[in-house]
């Protein structure tokens, strides 16, 4: 157990649909990372946020958002859902903001399933 | 831009055998490298790291060597059991951000 929760574990939705993601990182991290692994694109880095800020961006959709909250938990909404966002959607954690010193553990993962 | 291949799997092997799973990087600058590892049904577990050229990381019987001549941390373990039986992931990160680029992942088959 890494100590980082994701819910739901599972989602099924329809297209078009909007579901949000909801991740608690573990206690003491400060910084909160998305990821999405499907099988064409592998595991892709989504956002980065540290304390509520906005810190790393990567390939993240225009119809993805996300926010960190003042208890820094992290939610990830997903809107205007198409089959491709099929995926499993992992969350992250670190006491800091770089990769270097701070190691990153990786929550469950939600599985989204949009039919 | 930024990226890490890894070498195609799945990789099957008999239990004791030796392990090489084949890990390249591109990048601007030096990267931080990683080897995550995924098991059926869970999240990604760190398995080891290195943070500068020359550095050898190890963990449970596995290393890796980051070579900066060669852009390469391979991952290699002497004596594989079942139980490491999973997806390895070879990954590249920066300073200033927590941002991680990941190869595509080797499946790793042990059998008894």
């Known amino acids: 157990d890494s100590g980082v929760t994701q819910t739901p574990k599972h989602l099924i939705t329809a297209t078009g649909q909007r579901v949000t993601l909801r991740c608690s990182p573990r206690?003491?991290?400060?910084?909160v990372y998305w990821y999405q692994q499907s099988l064409d694109q592998g595991l892709q880095f989504l956002i980065q946020?540290?304390?509520?800020?906005?810190?790393a961006k990567g390939n993240i959709l225009e119809r993805f958002s996300a926010q960190q909250f003042p208890d820094l938990h992290s939610e990830l909404n997903l809107s205007s859902l198409e089959l491709g966002d099929s995926a499993l959607y992992f969350c992250?954690?670190?006491?800091?903001?770089?990769?270097?010193?701070?190691?990153?553990?990786f929550g469950p993962g939600t599985r989204l399933t949009v039919l | 831009g930024n990226s890490v291949t890894q070498m195609e799997g799945p990789v099957t092997l008999s239990e004791e055998a030796f392990l090489t799973i084949n890990c390249t990087y591109t990048?601007?600058?030096?990267?931080?490298l990683f080897w995550y590892v995924q098991y059926p049904g869970e999240g990604l577990q760190l398995l080891l790291k290195?943070?500068?050229?020359?550095d050898k990381g190890s963990n449970k019987g596995f290393e890796a060597t980051y070579r900066k001549e060669t852009t390469s941390f391979h991952l290699e373990k002497g004596s594989v059991q079942v139980s490491d039986s999973a997806v390895y992931f070879c990954?590249?990160?920066?300073?200033?951000?927590?941002?991680?680029?990941f190869g595509q992942g080797t499946t790793l088959q042990v059998k008894p």
């Open positions: 990048a601007t600058g030096y990267p931080s």
């Open positions: 206690s003491g991290d400060l910084s």
């Open positions: 990954a590249q990160g920066s300073s200033n951000t927590g941002k991680l680029i």
């Open positions: 946020y540290y304390n509520g800020e906005e810190r």
């Open positions: 992250a954690s670190s006491v800091g903001q770089g990769s270097y010193y701070n190691e990153q553990f």
């Open positions: 290195a943070t500068k050229a020359d």
